[in-house]
T-cell receptor, first 109, second 112 residues
């Protein structure tokens, strides 16, 4: 079954500390993976996608097919990074983007 | 540029009443459209998706239905709401999967 697991409901760090939001997936094929973010009172929006291999707002995520993981990382957290983060999997075809339960990141001053 | 509109923003409805939530997309044609429900601690659950006019796929059995009467219009409906239908409903569109989804601002539905 296709599944996305985000084991942490809440991740609390201090400003300047490294951040790693965990995401593991279950899918037998070659998935496309995404990270979405929802800031307070804003729409859910795409943060980054693995095929782009990009860094957005200092965040990066590497697809590890051996560990079936797509963890989101940032070396130095900022207060404005506080938000809800969702990992998502697209198995292809007509889409059906599958989301994890989300992790709330709280960055304290 | 493409935009997605979703309304109403909030809705309070009594149990047993009908429901109609509307989503429209501008600036694109033949988008794939989606309805999700966001529940606290449970992430986003895909309810329906549509790849064309009149084509609806349902992901979970439930008290809701969806329709796509026009290319860029997606409607979520119910004939009789249940308390368990309360939640935050999100509409989204994409042209290609790998581009990611664009979400609407959502509708918070409270069934009382």
């Amino acid at each position: 079954a296709q599944r996305v697991t985000q084991p942490e409901k809440l991740l609390s760090v201090f400003k300047g500390a490294p951040v790693e939001l965990k995401c593991n997936y279950s899918y037998s094929g070659s998935p496309e993976l995404f990270w979405y973010v929802q800031y307070s009172r804003q729409r859910l929006q795409l943060l980054l996608r693995h095929i782009s291999r990009e860094s957005i707002k200092g965040f990066t995520a590497d697809l590890n097919k051996g560990e079936t993981s797509f963890h989101l990382k940032k070396p130095f957290a900022q207060e404005e990074d506080s938000a809800m983060y969702y990992c998502a999997l697209s198995p292809g075809g007509y889409n059906k983007l599958i989301f994890g339960a989300g992790t709330r990141l709280a960055v304290h001053p | 540029s493409q935009t997605i509109h979703q309304w109403p923003a909030t809705l309070v409805q009594p149990v047993g009443s009908p429901l109609s939530l509307e989503c429209t997309v501008e600036g694109t044609s033949n988008p794939n459209l989606y309805w999700y429900r966001q529940a606290a601690g449970r992430g986003l659950q895909l309810l329906f998706y549509s790849v064309g006019i009149g084509q609806i796929s349902s992901e979970v059995p439930q008290n809701l239905s969806a329709s796509r009467p026009q290319d860029r219009q997606f409607i979520l409906s119910s004939k009789k709401l249940l308390l368990s239908d309360s939640g935050f409903y999100l509409c989204a569109w994409t042209y290609r999967d790998r581009d990611g989804y664009t979400f609407g601002s959502g509708t918070r539905l409270t069934v009382v």
